[in-house]
């Protein structure tokens, strides 16, 4: 980390990322910020019952299996290489550097999805707060005013410090699940005996498909949950930790997934599916006071917002690597003189995240449907980015001669379980505007393919460096 000017450029060289301050709690706060489970509980239970129906919870259990299998992908290369490129930097040991680009490129569009739809949840749920607070909040300029608030300060924790936007979503976080798990245990006790609901578990008048549609909607709820990796040069014991972070939090947040799925079909059965807002439903019926309420939806709110900061910071080290590497300017693979973060990389992202759902609101469209667009949208970045990995994670280990049947496995779950998604969101051709949603997501990542392209041709020593910097190994892959 020297501040010395190089002969070279006569600027400062960088001086990189903190390196070793980021513990296992916080490192768990960045996979959980990115998973926002409160976010999911609150929306996903009810929209998968249409389709499974009292076996809400199969759907999340299927989903929770694929994803462990995408993580133990992911956990195998984790275990010897810390990198701040993420699936980027993974996947170029196994797929080279196009395989690596193509990773990176749309690991990024899936965070800056994700960040800019969960800014639009954030707003929406902060302004009912506002309103159940009595303080009269509504319109399109209250839309805007709030969500470059929440935006900005995103941003400034994102800019700041690592280890404080870690924290401020760890508390974030712990707040909202807390609540969201009182509101449930509430519901079950309400409900007395009848808690134990075996119609659940009776697969009566479930069919096949109709679970396989909601588990669809189920894996979506993961997307993000291995984000601790991007963080693999500012952690601590990068290679013991951050394997089990991706790990547990895969597991813890799936156990809460079927334990929610589980709750909220005993407490409002049939009426699941037509609930505009399953927690507030739940809430009145264990007789929660009115009180009550704004503390609910803050605590919705807050993990939309988590989830804000947390893909903000995965997008500023990906981007920094590929600053580094010359796949971006060159002048963005700089580190902030004393916070040590990727704030050129911050800076050249997050405006638009913020600008995004402003645009939509200034065309009309309400704060839910924003969210649920641009979050489908970056979805289809994860699920890709996910896939790619898995199959790097095979090759190297096929090299190595330790492509066990269990490696094998995970990598068929990962791949089928992520081409299944894409699928089912293509066929049978859905309404608008989600029949176009997936050809914008492939017509964005063509257009970065035209800059590999012409690195290829023109700067062969930039592709040779594509997820060769920023990384730390420890013997095996790497």
């Not at 449907?369 to 898995?390: E, K």
Request: net charge positive; glycine share 10%.
């Amino acid at each position: 980390m020297t501040t010395e000017k190089t002969e070279a450029t006569g600027q400062k060289a960088d001086a990189g990322l903190r390196s070793g301050v980021m513990g296992g709690a916080e490192l768990a706060a960045q996979a959980l910020a990115n998973i926002a489970p409160s976010a999911v509980i609150a929306f996903t239970a009810a929209a998968i019952f249409l389709t499974a129906g009292k076996a809400t919870w199969l759907s999340f259990a299927i989903a929770t299996i694929i994803i462990l299998a995408v993580g133990y992908n992911i956990a195998q290369f984790a275990k010897t290489r810390a990198s701040a490129g993420s699936l980027y930097s993974y996947s170029a040991a196994g797929l080279g550097p196009t395989g690596a680009f193509l990773t990176g490129v749309t690991l990024v569009l899936g965070c800056f999805g994700i960040a800019a739809a969960s800014l639009s949840g954030s707003v929406v749920y902060m302004t009912t707060v506002l309103n159940d607070l009595g303080i009269p909040v509504e319109g399109v300029l209250s839309q805007v005013v709030i969500a470059i608030l929440l935006g900005s300060l995103a941003t400034y924790f994102t800019i700041r410090s690592i280890r404080l936007s870690a924290r401020v979503s760890l508390a974030l976080e712990l707040v909202s699940i807390t609540i969201i798990t009182i509101v449930l245990i509430s519901g079950l006790v309400a409900l007395g005996p009848n808690a134990l609901d075996l119609s659940q578990f009776a697969f009566e008048n479930i069919t096949f498909n109709g679970v396989a549609a909601g588990m669809v909607l189920a894996i979506l709820g993961f997307v993000g949950f291995s984000s601790a990796d991007a963080l693999g040069r500012e952690a601590r014991n990068p290679f013991r930790t951050i394997p089990r972070v991706i790990m547990w939090s895969a597991l813890g947040v799936g156990l809460l997934y079927i334990f929610a799925a589980y709750s909220q079909v005993a407490v409002l059965g049939d009426g699941l599916g037509a609930s505009a807002s399953p927690m507030d439903d739940i809430a009145a019926f264990a007789g929660f006071p009115t009180w009550f309420y704004p503390i609910l939806n803050f605590g919705i709110a807050a993990s939309f917002f988590a989830v804000v900061v947390a893909p903000i910071n995965v997008i500023g080290r990906i981007v920094y690597v590929m600053g580094k590497e010359g796949v971006v300017h060159e002048s963005i693979g700089r580190t902030h003189p004393t916070h040590l973060t990727p704030h050129r990389a911050i800076l050249m992202v997050a405006p638009f995240i913020i600008l995004l759902p402003v645009l939509f609101y200034l065309a009309g469209v309400d704060g839910i449907s924003v969210l649920v667009w641009i979050n489908t949208t970056g979805t289809y970045g994860y699920m890709f980015a996910y896939a790619l990995v898995a199959v790097a994670s095979l090759i190297v280990l096929r090299r190595m001669g330790k492509a066990t049947p269990l490696v094998w496995l995970t990598t068929v779950l990962s791949v089928v379980g992520m081409a299944y998604v894409f699928y089912a969101n293509v066929f049978p051709v859905p309404t608008f505007p989600f029949n176009v949603l997936p050809w914008i997501f492939l017509g964005l990542v063509l257009l970065t393919v035209i800059r590999y392209v012409y690195l290829r041709r023109n700067r062969p020593d930039v592709i040779a460096r594509i997820g060769n910097t920023e990384m730390e190994t420890l013997g095996g892959i790497g």
